[in-house]
């Protein structure tokens, strides 16, 4: 019986190398080994490595809100989004397909993250460009009179385009996606900071 693609695939891997003139440790042979194992075929069982991007949630806070879930430059300052995971359009009906890893202040005041998706499919729909666009999800809590008393990071979506002008993917797997470049009639300038 003839050998299947994935199985000759699997023999490769449980194979050290040949020589070939140069000496492979054991350890270097593990370290390859580990990594065609986890960014392997999906269709052939292999695991995928998840797709780390970095982002604007938020762009800098405004004197005024457009949206009571907008935060001031305060609210800013003060959130952590790190944890809260990461869903796509706001279907929090559906598991999460990653998660925030970190996030901080951009130079010029806005929230930056970087975070990961888990999932397969989003990220191939995240790489093609189908959904390059960042949108926080806020949970406002208000008093009786429409008041907001708090506003609390609950996720963050991949979607086509977030609402708020400026929340995109910037980087995916430490590569450049997404930059801003100005042309006026004194010169060209890219735009320093959160676009690259």
Partial sequence: MAATASQLAKKRLDTPPPRCGKKYSLKTFVF???FLLCCGNER???RMAPLTFRGIAHPPAKNSRDHPSDLSAGELLATSAGGIPVHVEHDTTMAPVGHVLTSYEGT???LR???????ASVARRVE????RGLSLGTDCVGD????VLSRHQKELSLCEEGRRSGT???DIN????HSVATFSAKGTSPIPGPYR
């Fill in 32 to 34: 390859i080994r580990s």
């Fill in 44 to 46: 052939e069982g292999g």
């Fill in 108 to 110: 010029r005041g806005e």
């Fill in 113 to 119: 993250v970087i975070g990961q998706v888990t999932d």
């Fill in 128 to 131: 093609s460009g189908e959904l």
């Fill in 144 to 147: 009786m009179s429409g008041r």
């Fill in 168 to 170: 995109w993917i910037t």
């Fill in 174 to 177: 430490d590569r450049s996606v």
